[in-house]
């Protein structure tokens, strides 16, 4: 009598078990995460809206003190939320009437708890911005305070204007040129402003006070970029 073949290895193969495809199918999804995540995602700044909350009322605090004469103000770091307390940067800008009246910036490198940081920022965008005259008591009702933490600063290495151009992400990235040793720079809301790439970088070069064009002349300006975390106060009630 002839063996049915279909029945004659009936030996258990576990690579057919439907529950091993699952099993290799989340340890694939596992190294994928694992992946992106060490590999390929973007660095990112966050901080808690009740962080955020906190800079601006201590930025609100040292604009109202700034405008009236007064110092820099006093704070408890006991008091200042964990987050604030580690090194950090900060544009702090300040726009009256939806019109800019000061931003500034002392370095761009973390250098200091990022709560004192904002808080010189705000005292130099009050009173030490050159393009404007200092902020007076009277502009303080409809003065709104914009903080723009810097994170993520790359330098970018190019060896023509096009390919500078090609590295360059509009409304994403912020643009330091340095030139014998000066810094000129856009933060990345400045994109509304001027959407095209070679018109955004001539115009930082205007801003700079450097030919329009030399963004493109050899030796090259160094180039980084950077990312913000911006968060803003409410915008004034207008009394009309």
């Given at each position: 009598m002839e063996n049915d073949d279909r029945h004659t290895d009936m030996r258990f193969d576990p690579a057919k078990r439907p529950g091993n495809f699952w099993v290799r199918f989340v340890f694939?999804?596992?190294?994928?995460?694992?992946?992106?995540?060490?590999?390929?995602?973007?660095?990112?700044?966050?901080l808690s809206l009740e962080a955020q909350a906190q800079l601006l009322s201590l930025a609100r605090r040292q604009l109202v003190t700034s405008a009236s004469g007064d110092d820099v103000i006093t704070v408890d770091p006991s008091?200042?939320?964990?987050?604030?307390?580690?090194?950090?940067?900060a544009f702090v800008s300040i726009e009256v009437d939806g019109t800019l009246r000061g931003c500034m910036i002392d370095a761009f490198d973390p250098h200091?708890?990022?709560?004192?940081?904002v808080i010189h920022n705000t005292q130099l965008a009050a009173l030490a911005?050159?393009?404007?005259a200092p902020l007076q008591q009277a502009e303080l009702e409809h003065?709104?305070?914009?903080?723009?933490?810097?994170y993520n600063i790359?330098?970018?290495?190019?060896?023509s204007p096009d390919a500078l151009i090609d590295k360059l992400e509009?409304?994403?990235?912020?643009?330091?040129?340095?030139?014998?040793g000066t810094d000129a720079t856009y933060l990345p809301i400045v994109w509304e402003t001027f959407p095209d790439?070679?018109?955004?970088?001539?115009?930082?070069?205007?801003?700079?006070?450097w030919d329009a064009d030399r963004w493109r002349a050899e030796p090259y300006p160094e180039v980084r970029t950077y990312a913000v975390l911006a968060f803003g106060e409410p915008e004034p009630v207008s009394n009309d």
């Open positions: 694939g999804a596992i190294a994928v995460v694992l992946i992106w995540y060490f590999f390929i995602r973007p660095d990112t700044f966050t008091e200042v939320s964990d987050p604030l307390l580690r090194d950090g940067a200091e708890p990022l709560y004192a940081n911005d050159e393009r404007f003065a709104r305070i914009t903080v723009s933490v810097v790359e330098s970018v290495t190019f060896r509009p409304f994403v990235d912020g643009v330091i040129l340095t030139v014998d790439p070679e018109t955004f970088l001539s115009q930082l070069c205007i801003k700079a006070g």
